[in-house]
């Protein structure tokens, strides 16, 4: 698979580290959030068949996360964002 | 019809005319007491205990497309039974104990065979784990036998030993491991539990549950409302996909695993053997194929094919270990997907909605473990409580910390 990195443009799969899906950017609100958020946030999982948004990691690179969105069912990356933007964009950071 | 040598030879005299399907094809019934999902391994190995050790007269398994065509035709066929933690070596060891027997409780050649798992040490530290973990292997009844340098020259002289990286020093072996033929085991179930009643249903895809007021009453398929007291999901690979019907998530992802096969050689690898210090496992076939994999591919996958950096991961393991697998020529290689569960370790549990049992989470170590888990699961469908072996494979070990991790990884699917 090739990533095609927003900064760095198309790189190897390869140098990247896979965490999983992009929803554990929406950590839980510790001072809030109840057991049954963390379990959830910690060990459930969607998990679907098709289009999954994900966390990658450049090791191997630059270090920046990215959001990448790709088709379980056929390996096709339809989209790849910064990490970074993509939290912003959802309020997680100041 | 009962298979002996005897029948082989009348049968071989009168022009093999009297061989019958080994197992019939019906249509299903309006419902059931309990339906199995999935004809796979699991599955089909479930409807056999409950039927024969459970005296369960009226159970169906369906199964999408033909039985023993998903993990339990695309595996690479070994049992053992090396676990460390208590949660798993009582039970897989249960599952070893099951397999020596299970030719003749079939009634079925499943080629089981016992020539040995010898697991390779490269250093001081990577000793003294394995030794703990066959100490922990014969408290639980299995056996473990620890191999100086000597022994594994004398039984696999060909080893790259003095390796300047990874030298050899050591093994752990568990004689009564080995290998068996994988497609005769979905076979072999199959034929049991159709004699003793149960109906296999194939090409009857589930594509829903029917729950009124949090109780399951049956399964909605291609084939129309099938009802049922008891709903047994065994479709790892797929679980996500189908208890998402149930609107269930799972502490599970699905990760594809690449496995390969060498052209045939003349036997030249007597066990199985793996690489302790990265992810290679290699045994050699009756066709004389040598059979090996190694990690998983690490990301989200259905898709049943891999990438190209684990094949090379997987051959530079070779390599290191067995230089002379660079002589062989590759034959096949092909994808399974896997249930990757939080901790390593399976699920065999009721769900929170009643009437809807729930088996799957197996990692890449589903096959050796299809004869206990298959006796697990009935055991739970057919008495609702755990098999004594099966206590630790519950759903809230997660919430309540009593995880099952052999490998130390935390929750993090892809490391286990």
């Known amino acids: 698979m090739i990533i095609n990195h927003p900064l760095l443009g198309p790189r190897d799969s390869a140098e990247f580290v896979y965490l999983g899906d992009a929803s554990l950017i929406d950590r839980p609100d510790p001072e809030t959030a109840t057991p049954d958020d963390w379990h959830a946030y910690g060990y459930l999982r969607d998990n679907p068949a098709g289009a999954l948004r994900e966390l990658w990691f450049h090791e191997g690179g630059d270090r920046s996360w990215l959001v990448v969105t790709r088709n379980t069912l056929t390996h096709e990356i339809t989209s790849v964002e910064m990490a970074r933007d993509v939290a912003r964009a959802q309020g997680r950071s100041k | 019809m009962r298979y002996s040598g005897f029948n082989v030879i009348k049968q071989a005299l009168t022009g093999h005319k009297g061989w019958k399907p080994a197992w019939r094809d019906p249509e299903p019934k309006p419902s059931y007491d309990i339906i199995i999902i999935g004809g796979g391994g699991h599955g089909l190995a479930t409807a056999h205990y409950l039927a024969k050790v459970y005296g369960e007269r009226n159970v169906a398994v369906i199964e999408k497309g033909w039985i023993g065509g998903g993990n339990v035709g ?68 299995a056996d473990a036998e620890y191999l100086d340098l000597a022994a594994i020259k004398r039984e696999y002289p060909f080893l790259n030993f ?20 994988h497609d005769a085991v979905a076979w072999g179930y199959a034929r049991s539990a159709d004699s003793h009643g149960v109906d296999i249903i194939q090409n009857c895809e589930v594509t829903g549950f029917r729950i009124e007021n949090g109780k399951c009453l049956g399964v909605e398929t291609s084939r129309g409302f099938i009802g049922a007291k008891k709903v047994g999901c065994a479709v790892a690979g797929s679980s996500g996909r189908l208890m998402a019907k149930a ?54 996958s259905y898709a049943q094919r891999g990438n190209l950096p684990v094949v090379e991961d997987v051959c530079e393991g070779g390599m290191a270990i067995m230089p002379m ?30 009437g809807l049992y729930f088996n799957g989470g197996w990692c890449y170590g589903g096959f050796k473990a299809t004869p206990a888990s298959g006796y697990a699961y009935a055991h739970l469908l057919a008495r609702d409580t755990p098999h004594e072996t099966a206590t630790a494979y519950r759903f809230d070990r997660f919430r309540t910390g009593h995880m099952i991790d052999e490998k130390g990884m935390g929750n993090q699917p892809n490391l286990h």
């Open chain 2, 162 to 181: 003095d390796d300047a990286r990874f030298p050899i020093k050591g093994g752990l072996a568990q004689r009564r491991g080995g290998t068996v033929r």
């Open chain 2, 247 to 300: 609107d269930m998530r799972l502490p599970i992802e699905s990760h594809v695993l690449q496995a390969f096969v060498s052209e045939g050689l003349k036997p030249v690898l007597p066990g199985v053997i793996t690489f302790g210090a990265g992810h290679f496992y290699v045994s050699q076939s009756d066709k004389g194929g040598l059979v090996f994999g190694g990690d998983i591919d690490g990301y989200n």
């Open chain 2, 74 to 141: 695309r595996n690479t066929t070994i049992i053992r039974s090396n676990y460390l933690l208590d949660g798993n070596e009582p039970f897989y060891e249960f599952s070893l104990k099951l397999w020596e027997g299970l030719e003749q409780d079939l009634n079925y050649n499943a080629m089981v065979s016992q020539r040995g798992i010898m697991n390779l040490i490269h250093s001081d530290a990577q000793r003294d784990a394995f030794i703990r973990r066959g100490n922990a292997m014969m408290l639980n009844g």
């Open chain 2, 325 to 354: 697998i660079g002589r062989a020529r590759l034959l096949r290689m092909w994808g399974g997907i896997m249930d990757m569960s939080m901790d390593g370790s399976p699920i065999i549990d009721r769900t929170h909605i009643d």
